[in-house]
Structure formats: C-alpha cells, structure tokens
C-alpha cells in the first residue's frame, strides 16, 4: 500500500495522474508538466510536497547532535535562519540532504528526502549524542509556492509582510487563511518562492486557499515532472541521483556546505582526504547534440570508454535543449569536452556545459 | 474519458491505423498521448524501410519517460510525418490527425489482429 499525504483527495479535482515516488502515491503532474514547469517560471504553481519528512531536534545538546552529523555548520545559523546541508557517512558517502531551520535558541526542525526518513531516524537514534529527535513527519505537511508571483499570492492570504522574508530566512506562526505557518524562503525551483509547513490537518483548506487566490496570477497546481525539470535546470542535487551513499558532496560539487574546519562530523577524515588528493570523480553539466534524452544511469564514453554515467537528464523546457548531469572521470570533465551517452544502445553526442542550465535574473 | 474513432483500428499498445486503400496511416491514441505527457521527441523509420507487426518502429519520448512504438501492420514506409521533427507535441495536440507517424503499404486492405474502436475502448477502460 503507497503511503499518500493529506492533500491526496484534492488530486483528482485538479486533474492529478499519480505514480509511485519512492513509497508514496504523488501528482507527477496536472495540467502537463511543460505548462506546471512555465507557470513556475513565469508565473506561480503550488506543489504538494507533504511526502517530505520532519524531524524535531531540541534540548541543550540539539546544537553538537547537528554539528556532528552534518558537514555545514550549523553554528553560523541564527534563529529563524535556514540551512542546506549534506549529511555524511565516515565513508563520505551521502546518507541524505537536509535543511536545518533554527526555531528557538535550543530548538531546530530538520528536514529530510521522503524517501530517507525511516534511514535518517534510524542513523539520528544511533548517533543523537543526547539530543532530544522527534519524527514529526506524519503530523507534518509541506505546501511549496513558487515562482516570480509567489509574493503577491501569499501576501493576499496573510496581514504579516512576507515580501521582506530574506532569502533562506523564515517567520514561524505566520496565520495564513487562518492556519498557522512556518514561512521559508526557500523551494527548489531555481526561482522565487516560499515553503510553507503547517498541520497536517489543515493543509488541503491551506492548497485550496493558495489555488484560489493565485487564480489571478495564474497559479497551477503541479507536480513531481515539473518539480524535476525545474530542479534540474537549477542544477539543485536530488537524492539518488546526484547524491548517495557512492557519491561524496565534494564529488557533487557540493564543495560550499561542507565546512572541513569544522573540528568534528561523520565523514570529515574521508572528505578531508578527497579534498587533499582531490576528487576522482566530477559531476557536470551536458547538452546533447543529437536528439533524444539521455536519462539517468545511462552510460557516459569518451576516449572510446566508459567514463561515468548520467545521473539525471531531461528536455529543458526553458532552454528548449536536451541536458543532463553526469558523474564522470574528472579528467574527461572539462569545459567544451565531448562525450558520448549511450541511449539505449546508440551513441549521441553531448558537450560539458556551464551550469546551472538556468538561472532567473534578480 | 479518452477518445477512440469509430473508423480506426487499433493495437493493446495503443497504437490506431487508418486505412486508405491498402496504405495503413499509423499513430498513437488519445490515451496514450495521455499517458505519456508532454511529448517532445519522436523518431520514426526511414522511407523505404520495412516494419513488421508486433516490433517496434521507433520510439516517442516524453518528459518523464521513452515509448517504444509498435508496427499494427507489416509493410513497407512509405511516408512518415516529418512535421514532428519541430512539433512533436502534435501527438498530445492532435493524436488521431496533425499527429500521425508513418504510412505503410500493405498487402491486403484489411489487416487482420487489430482491434476495433469499441474492444480497444474496454481495454483502457479496465
């Protein structure tokens, strides 16, 4: 039986087909993943992003608990601050990736990948160092509103001014339509936009609020396929594909959140070490010359071998060309190289190119 | 609820045919269209080449996923649409007309193992 989250009965109202992610039973799309995708970066959509799990770290050793099982740091965080971080095995392979936000002076929420919240639970038990962990998943839905028109829709649903919410800063108990939020400036869209936790309970009177008044702007609800190119072009990682427990942040160009003069956190020895004999492996960006979509596991040849592999592709519906990341051998990694991706058994030719694919203008 | 004409014959994996003469015109139906969303690339044979019923002739690749695309008829290419080289999303636009994909001369004009618009209807309808 898929696990489903509290918005599912609104699904079908708005012409949702469902697939199995990862567990769970979720809109890949509404309207069509293309109009979701442009509506993002032209407009505003509304995504359900409840399968998301939330964790509740609190208590006078939250703050070291962080610090050692992520490789960012935590101590520069303010309260209502957020912050993207990897998260480690001593290995260096990636268990998940995580936003911390600050709540209070000892309290943090910590939000993980859907699919990881039995493993992420069972990896913060046995390494907690005293801290009080609580799963706040179930009870936890996650509403994310994005795109350039993400501001006006949400302000005509609350007195508080989301507007001057800087980036990766939230406001907690903001009521909006009546239900108390934690308001982040945050998403995974490459664009504009805010993440919005709430109960369980109130949330599809939360979807139907925010669909009603981004009518105007044009607001569509959308799902996972949009969520995905939109991530993509953004170059923002997905678990799985960009990161696992065989991929290493620094391999994923994740270099920034991993702060190695840290003293102590799961994975620094082995991270310390890539750093100094440096990466193996790099993960870059491409655009297929030939047509087609070169998808995620696809083998990447250059020099007439196998040098890596696609970790995930797709048609950019904003940039109208065929792009992937790919984790190769670093030396076949640089910029202008080509490779070869081989498509269910026919070659095609791609070029390393610049990332992000897409990035909005301020 | 998907459209299915009356006229057309169709194959379990989607596929329709229209007859003219003894030339079958070969698409995907409005369910499949459906079923795959956006569509953005479709590669179809060559003129002159040969399909045969039951394996595949190309393929069509949406957003989220690649089709193969399965010959209804065995026969001999002799047209496809090459309008969907730039719109391939006539497919999800027009599935049973601008969205056609190949034309096949064959033998009889009648071909047999297809099914007709009421059986493929209650095929999607499970």
Redesign the interface.
């Known amino acids: 039986m898929l696990k489903r989250t509290p918005l599912y009965d609104l699904y079908a109202q708005f012409g949702a087909?469902t697939i199995d992610f990862g567990g769970w039973e979720m809109p890949?799309?509404f309207r069509?993943?293309?109009a979701e995708h442009e509506a993002v970066r032209t407009k505003v959509g509304l995504f359900d992003v409840s399968h998301m799990g939330e964790f509740e770290v609190s208590g006078p050793h939250a703050y070291h608990f962080l610090q050692n099982i992520v490789t960012n740091d935590v101590g520069r965080l303010e309260i209502s601050q957020a912050l993207y971080s990897p998260m480690c095995y001593e290995d260096g392979g990636t268990v998940d990736d995580v936003l911390i936000y600050r709540l209070e002076e000892e309290k943090y929420l910590v939000v993980v990948n859907a699919g990881n919240i039995e493993k992420d639970e069972a990896w913060f038990l046995s390494h907690d160092h005293g801290a009080v962990i609580v799963n706040r998943s179930q009870e936890t839905a996650q509403l994310a509103l994005q795109g350039p028109n993400s501001v006006s829709v949400l302000q005509k649903l609350t007195d508080q001014p989301v507007a001057d919410i800087p980036y990766y800063h939230s406001r907690q108990n903001v009521d909006v339509a009546g239900i108390p939020c934690l308001v982040s400036r945050t998403g995974y869209t490459g664009e504009d936009g805010f993440e919005l936790y709430l109960d369980a309970g109130a949330a599809p009177k939360l979807f139907l609020a925010l669909m009603a008044a981004g009518e105007q702007e044009g607001i569509l609800a959308c799902g996972l396929?949009a969520r995905d190119?939109l991530r993509l072009e953004a170059r923002l990682p997905l678990y799985g594909h960009e990161l696992s427990p065989e991929i290493s942040p620094l391999e994923a160009g994740l270099g920034t959140f991993v702060k190695l003069q840290k003293a102590e956190f799961y994975g620094r020895e082995a991270l310390l070490q890539q750093k100094e004999q440096g990466v193996t492996r790099k993960l870059v960006g491409f655009e297929l010359k030939d047509?087609?979509?070169a998808?995620a596991s696809h083998e990447v040849l250059a020099a007439g071998k196998k040098v890596g592999m696609v970790t995930s592709g797709?048609?950019s519906?904003t940039l109208h060309k065929s792009i992937g990341l790919a984790l190769v051998e670093k030396e076949y990694g640089e910029l202008g190289s080509d490779l070869f991706i081989d498509i269910?058994g026919k070659l095609s030719e791609a070029k390393v190119v610049k990332t992000p694919f897409y990035k909005r203008a301020k | 609820m998907s459209q299915a004409p009356e006229n057309l014959l169709y194959t379990k994996e989607h596929e329709w045919v229209r007859m003219e003469g003894t030339t079958a015109y070969i698409g995907i139906t409005d369910f499949a269209q459906s079923e795959l969303g956006d569509i953005v690339f479709v590669e179809l044979p060559d003129v002159g080449s040969s399909v045969q019923a039951g394996e595949t002739f190309g393929t069509v690749e949406s957003v989220k996923t690649v089709s193969d695309l399965y010959a209804p008829v065995s026969g001999k290419v002799v047209k496809i649409n090459s309008e969907l080289a730039d719109t391939p999303e006539k497919v999800n636009e027009q599935p049973y007309e601008g969205g056609w994909m190949i034309a096949v001369e064959i033998e009889s004009d009648h071909p047999e193992g297809l099914l007709s618009a009421k059986e493929y209807q209650s095929l999607i309808a499970e």
Do not use: D, E, S
């Open positions: 087909k890949v799309q069509g993943i293309l396929g190119t047509r087609g979509i998808r797709t048609m519906p269910r």
